[in-house]
């Protein structure tokens, strides 16, 4: 596979938990202050490490506060959880956050997986297959909705698809997405974009209209060269609280930088 012409992007995935309110609000700031492409939280209601029942707070509305509370980087959710709001009224809220942020949202969305939230907050989990089948129905009922709204977006917001599903989850990339976002090694990744190239075939769309992100590990000398030849051009480093250390952070934006020129 060649390497991928799509300039090298730096994500945060500043996950909302074990901290204080205005401990995530500066870090965000202080990535954008950095050069993180993106600010990306995440859509839970209890933390996924540490304490289980430590501090967490919600994501969409906290969405809506950092589209205030920045001015440069995209931010999104890594992504939302399909099952927890009416697709039309997640439509009206990724463009009413649109417009608040001047058109740095992306609308990050995945099937859901988490359990406790499910049961904690009344929703049914259901099966894996089923929450995906519910996905593959919320999509065109979110772009029909975006299609709809006065005012429209101020842009043809992106979609990023979280997931390494094979035949269902990649194959919804393939249809709807704008953005894959995948996890694991080189190996794993190749494996997951040549199954999607695939899928992109099969459905009649260009892969090279689809941006590759992944959440990454490790030293980006080591791993970021690797995944580069892969075609990814999104590299995202998750921190949580209740001292959020961008130490990682920094290091991938100097090699972002290295590598754009």
């Known amino acids: 596979m060649t390497a991928s012409v799509k300039p090298i992007r730096i994500g945060l995935q500043l996950q909302p938990q074990h901290a204080d309110y205005k401990t995530i609000r500066s870090t965000a700031s202080a990535a954008e202050d950095l050069g993180a492409d993106i600010v990306f939280n995440w859509d839970h209601f209890y933390p996924l490490y ?13 969405l809506g506060a950092w589209a205030e509370s920045t001015s440069r980087v995209e931010i999104g959710a890594l992504v939302t959880c399909n099952s927890y709001r009416n ?3 997640l439509a009206d809220m990724a463009r009413t ?9 992306i609308l990050g969305i995945g099937s859901g997986w988490f359990e406790k939230d499910y049961t904690e907050y009344g929703y049914e989990f259901g099966t894996a ?3 995906l089948d519910d996905l593959a129905e ?12 006065n005012p429209a977006p101020t842009r043809k917001i992106p ?37 999607l190239r695939q899928h992109c075939q099969d459905v009649g769309r260009d ?3 689809i941006e590759i992100s992944v959440g990454t590990q490790g030293d980006p000398e080591e791993v970021g060269p690797r995944l580069r030849e892969l075609g990814v051009s999104t590299f995202t480093v998750g921190v949580g609280g209740p001292d959020y250390d961008l130490g990682a952070l920094q290091k991938w934006i100097s090699w972002r930088d290295a590598q754009n020129g």
């Open 50 to 62: 540490g304490d289980p029942d430590g501090k967490h707070f919600e994501c969409w509305t906290m």
């Open 87 to 89: 697709p039309e009224l």
């Open 97 to 105: 956050v649109d417009h608040i942020s001047d058109g740095r949202l």
């Open 129 to 131: 297959g089923g929450r």
């Open 138 to 149: 919320a999509l065109p009922r979110i772009e029909s909705r975006l299609s709809k709204l």
């Open 159 to 195: 979609v990023l698809i979280g997931g390494g599903g094979e035949k269902k989850t990649l194959r919804l990339v393939a249809k709807h997405a704008d953005i894959w976002h995948g996890f694991g090694d080189a190996e794993t990744v190749e494996r997951k974009v040549g199954i």
């Open 207 to 209: 892969f090279a209209e």
